[in-house]
């Protein structure tokens, strides 16, 4: 191989060319040398080369030599996950791993969307708490001490979590222990109307309401019946076959078992039932009765019914022929009476009596007998039935009472009950 060197003045290089011994290329070398007298020559081929090469440069006062490579590479800044912790990482914990405490080399948080093993049961990227994760990083619960899932107010309300009190809020009635959202707070309805125009769906059952709101009286548990004659219905008084008592007596005589909730229902019992309402409330204390009810009930069923106006009218002259507007039978209430009232027949027993005639005992004629001792008459008995005895009609008209007596046709109710709107 032949060389060719280029002499130039001593101030200047020396450039020396070889020809490449493999695949064309070329290397050129700057060698820095110079002739003893200070002259120099020039000889030189010039080829292209794609090999990088290093320009080593000296300095004659130092003699240090400094090397720039041509590739471009440079040193490199921090790297996360090289267990350093650089400027602008709150950790570096040696890995890359997004399920520990130290996620792209910050600290990990709830929120962040990856979820930490053994920490953090969810982790969906935000602390919303309306979805299925919270921002405790766990699903929604009844005891997290949040408004989470579905619940309308803390740990209460929606599907699975308990009835919200009164004072907190809801989306709906079903959401209240009362069974009564107003404007979206859980409230104490003042009548059983009122619950089922807050709600259409609401069952019949018992329900707590409060007749004066702000005023004086205290809330009390009612039964509700919310399908019959368009629902709303308040039951103020029951009274049960076979079980001691005088309807009239019971009426009069004050609240009784107002507070067991066993007796809210329209079942027979072995006891009777009678809310303060009576007493303290038709029509008085601010309270406006506009409509009355009385049923007979077997079976759990209405047997036959009356319905009354009772708007004005007190305690005791609400139920009377006057105030009918329809009921079950036909022949009422245009039909004669000699008795229609609560008290009845005073000296027989007879109560909440609707009655057509009286002809000696074989001749009577009626509809409704809510009987008790004494018993003028052996239809009374209904053959020696324990009193309470609630008889009636089984028909669409009036009956004999002995008549149905002796053949056995005669309406037997389990139970009476008074309701109110």
């Not at 990083?137 to 309300?157: H, N, R, Y």
Request: charged fraction near 15%; glycine fraction near 12%; charge should be negative.
């Amino acid at each position: 191989m032949r060389c060719i060197s280029v002499v130039v003045p001593f101030s200047l290089l020396v450039l020396v060319a070889c020809p490449s011994t493999n695949n064309g290329s070329s290397g050129m070398t700057m060698t820095g040398e110079s002739t003893s007298d200070g002259s120099t020559g020039t000889d030189a081929t010039t080829t292209t080369s794609t090999t990088s090469t290093t320009t080593d440069t000296t300095d004659t006062s130092t003699g240090a030599t400094s090397g720039v490579t041509s590739t471009g590479e440079t040193t490199s800044g921090p790297i996360c996950g090289d267990g350093v912790v650089d400027d602008g990482e709150a950790c570096d914990d040696g890995n890359t791993l997004n399920d520990d405490a130290c996620v792209a080399c910050q600290d990990a948080v709830c929120g962040d969307g990856h979820v930490q093993v053994g920490v953090e049961e969810c982790d969906d990227g935000n602390l919303a708490n309306d979805d299925e994760c919270t921002e405790l990083c766990a699903p929604p619960s009844c005891t997290d001490g949040l408004v989470s899932g579905a619940e309308t107010d803390v740990d209460c309300g929606g599907a699975t979590c308990s009835k919200c009190a009164a004072g907190l809020l809801c989306a709906a009635s079903s959401d209240c222990e009362s069974a009564f959202c107003d404007a979206g707070v859980c409230a104490i309805a003042a009548s059983c109307a009122a619950i089922l125009a807050a709600d259409p769906a609401a069952p019949s059952g018992a329900y707590s309401l409060d007749l004066d709101g702000d005023g004086p009286a205290e809330p009390f548990r009612a039964y509700c019946d919310q399908t019959t004659d368009g629902g709303g219905w308040m039951m103020v008084f029951k009274v049960s076959s076979g079980v001691m008592g005088d309807a009239l007596t019971l009426w009069n005589g004050g609240p009784m078992n107002e507070a067991d909730e066993s007796l809210l229902n329209v079942e027979k019992a072995d006891k009777h039932y009678v809310g303060a309402f009576v007493g303290t409330s038709w029509n008085q204390n601010q309270v406006e009765v506009s409509q009355a009810r009385v049923h007979v009930y077997t079976a759990g069923e209405i047997a036959k019914f009356w319905k009354y106006d009772a708007t004005g009218t007190t305690a005791t002259d609400w139920y009377s022929n006057d105030t009918l507007v329809e009921s079950s039978y036909v022949d009422l209430p245009a039909m004669v009476f000699n008795q229609y009232s609560i008290a009845g027949e005073i000296t027989s027993g007879r109560r909440f009596f609707i009655n057509r005639n009286y002809n000696g005992c074989p001749g009577d004629q009626g509809w409704l007998n809510v009987d008790t001792a004494p018993d003028n008459c052996m239809w009374d008995t209904n053959g020696g039935a324990v009193p309470i005895r609630i008889m009636y009609a089984p028909g669409d008209t009036y009956i004999n009472w002995t008549t149905a007596v002796q053949n056995k046709t005669i309406g037997v109710g389990d139970a009476f009950a008074v309701f109110v709107r």
